[in-house]
């Protein structure tokens, strides 16, 4: 159990506390809905899906950049668009309507893609889901699922993981004003998607 | 159960509430520890190297107690230990020394080595960095990577977390400034990272 659940704290969540804004002494990029830092393996993007991992901060701040790092490219020109959804709040934790498109990275070849120098407000205590959106199927950078904040917890078997983030069917292309709810599931596993957060 | 403010504000980071006291538990808490994993592991120093890692209380208190736990000692060596201000949530680094706690000793067979008595007034859901200077290269038990706060997230290659930073630091006193030029955090992979042990009144 984290001690950030909402649920056992009865008020607004937190999944980064501390953030380093701006790009000094370090520059820190922050796995949506991370709360330790164990380790990182891999995770293969299903096309036309758009993932959803929840994350918020402990103060306002601005999101200057959104990153991905690709470790199996997929094919010529395939993209991954990445943005931003509000969501209805702790208690109803499903991404809402759009906050920001950032736009598209190319997923056709291997290393980080990012997209930076963004300006995109996030209130304190607000949560938000960072989203990824394939085009094609692509692996991807992924921390371990036990570094991750059990925002949808578990299933009813009693015997499944934690379940960190939650996907929708989604024909590629610009987010929608307003979140896709097309074959919706919680999902959890070994290593949940890796979506990287910039602020300043 | 009724929280506290800053229980309801989503724990402060890090300890959502805490044991004040010696009874009836006596409870001793990990700095930058999220977690209760098992995963207890030795980090390895450098010398003359000041370490940070992070905490904070979610009700005003005292820190009473502040330690390491030497795994593999070094003969004839300490470690200074104490506590710094932080420019706070959205800037971690350590600022300015709050605490200066003095030295344990880290040599052979030390084991858990504590400053106590200490009445280091702590306010709430302020976020503190704990340190250790080293005088020489011990292994200190710490918090694992599984229960290790992601304090600083990635570096630029998304590899890996980050949760303490250190820097050279001659040994001796603690500096009045934590020491600001070319810092470094630790990538601690699945690695342990550095980290002490605090209990309050």
């Given at each position: 159990?984290h001690p950030f659940q909402p649920s056992q704290l009865g008020g607004p969540c937190v999944i980064f506390p501390?953030?380093?804004?701006?790009?000094?002494?370090?520059?820190?990029?922050?796995?949506?809905?991370?709360i330790?830092?164990?380790?990182?393996?891999?995770?293969?993007?299903?096309?036309?899906?758009?993932?959803?991992?929840p994350f918020s901060t402990k103060v306002a701040?601005?999101?200057?950049?959104?990153?991905?790092?690709?470790?199996?490219?997929?094919?010529?020109?395939?993209?991954?668009?990445?943005?931003?959804?509000k969501c209805g709040g702790v208690g109803a934790p499903?991404?809402?309507?759009?906050?920001?498109?950032?736009?598209?990275?190319?997923?056709?070849?291997?290393?980080?893609?990012?997209?930076?120098?963004?300006?995109?407000?996030i209130q304190a205590y607000t949560l938000y889901h960072?989203?990824?959106?394939?085009?094609?199927?692509?692996?991807?950078?992924?921390?371990?699922?036990?570094?991750?904040w059990?925002a949808?917890?578990?299933?009813?078997?009693?015997?499944?993981?934690?379940?960190?983030?939650?996907?929708?069917?989604?024909?590629?292309?610009?987010?929608?004003?307003?979140?896709?709810?097309?074959?919706?599931?919680?999902?959890?596993?070994?290593?949940?998607?890796?979506?990287?957060?910039?602020?300043? | 159960?009724?929280v506290p403010s800053a229980q309801a504000n989503g724990g402060t980071g890090?300890?959502p509430?805490?044991?004040?006291?010696?009874?009836?538990?006596?409870?001793?808490?990990?700095?930058?520890?999220?977690?209760?994993?098992?995963?207890?592991?030795?980090?390895?120093?450098?010398?003359?190297?000041?370490?940070?890692?992070?905490?904070?209380?979610p009700?005003?208190?005292?820190?009473?107690?502040?330690?390491?736990?030497?795994?593999?000692?070094?003969?004839?060596?300490?470690?200074?230990?104490?506590?710094?201000?932080?420019?706070?949530w959205?800037?971690?680094?350590?600022?300015?020394?709050?605490?200066?706690?003095?030295?344990?000793?880290?040599?052979?067979?030390?084991?858990?080595?504590?400053?106590?008595?200490?009445?280091?007034?702590?306010?709430?859901d302020?976020?503190?960095?704990?340190?250790?200077?080293?005088?020489?290269?011990?292994?200190?038990?710490?918090?694992?990577?599984?229960?290790?706060?992601?304090?600083?997230?990635?570096?630029?290659?998304?590899?890996?977390?980050?949760?303490?930073?250190?820097?050279?630091?001659?040994?001796?006193?603690?500096?009045?400034?934590?020491?600001?030029?070319?810092?470094?955090?630790?990538?601690?992979?699945?690695?342990?990272?550095?980290?002490?042990?605090?209990?309050?009144?």
């Open positions: 159990m501390a953030i380093q804004r701006g790009l000094t002494p370090f520059s820190s990029w922050y796995a949506a809905g991370s330790c830092i164990y380790s990182y393996s891999t995770f293969v993007a299903v096309a036309d899906k758009m993932y959803a991992i701040c601005n999101v200057e950049g959104i990153a991905i790092r690709v470790t199996v490219a997929s094919g010529a020109g395939t993209r991954c668009r990445l943005g931003i959804y499903y991404p809402t309507t759009l906050l920001q498109d950032f736009g598209s990275v190319l997923t056709d070849s291997t290393g980080v893609k990012s997209i930076t120098g963004l300006t995109c407000a960072a989203i990824a959106l394939f085009e094609s199927t692509p692996t991807f950078r992924a921390p371990h699922t036990e570094d991750f059990g949808w917890g578990c299933n009813n078997t009693g015997t499944g993981s934690g379940r960190a983030y939650i996907t929708a069917d989604q024909a590629y292309g610009a987010l929608p004003a307003n979140y896709s709810v097309v074959n919706p599931a919680c999902v959890g596993g070994t290593y949940q998607p890796g979506v990287f957060l910039r602020f300043t | 159960m009724r890090m300890y509430w805490i044991d004040r006291g010696a009874s009836p538990t006596s409870s001793w808490y990990r700095t930058s520890s999220v977690g209760t994993g098992a995963n207890i592991a030795t980090y390895t120093c450098v010398a003359d190297t000041i370490y940070a890692s992070y905490f904070s209380v009700v005003i208190c005292t820190l009473t107690e502040l330690g390491v736990h030497v795994v593999n000692g070094v003969a004839l060596s300490s470690a200074r230990l104490g506590v710094y201000r932080t420019g706070g959205g800037s971690p680094y350590p600022t300015t020394l709050l605490l200066d706690a003095g030295t344990v000793p880290t040599t052979v067979g030390a084991g858990p080595q504590f400053v106590t008595g200490l009445t280091l007034r702590l306010q709430q302020v976020l503190y960095a704990s340190v250790f200077l080293t005088q020489s290269t011990p292994g200190f038990s710490c918090g694992s990577s599984l229960t290790t706060w992601n304090t600083w997230g990635s570096d630029n290659t998304l590899a890996m977390g980050r949760s303490c930073v250190y820097h050279a630091q001659a040994w001796g006193a603690l500096p009045t400034t934590f020491p600001s030029a070319a810092p470094t955090a630790v990538n601690a992979g699945t690695g342990p990272s550095p980290t002490m042990y605090t209990r309050y009144g």
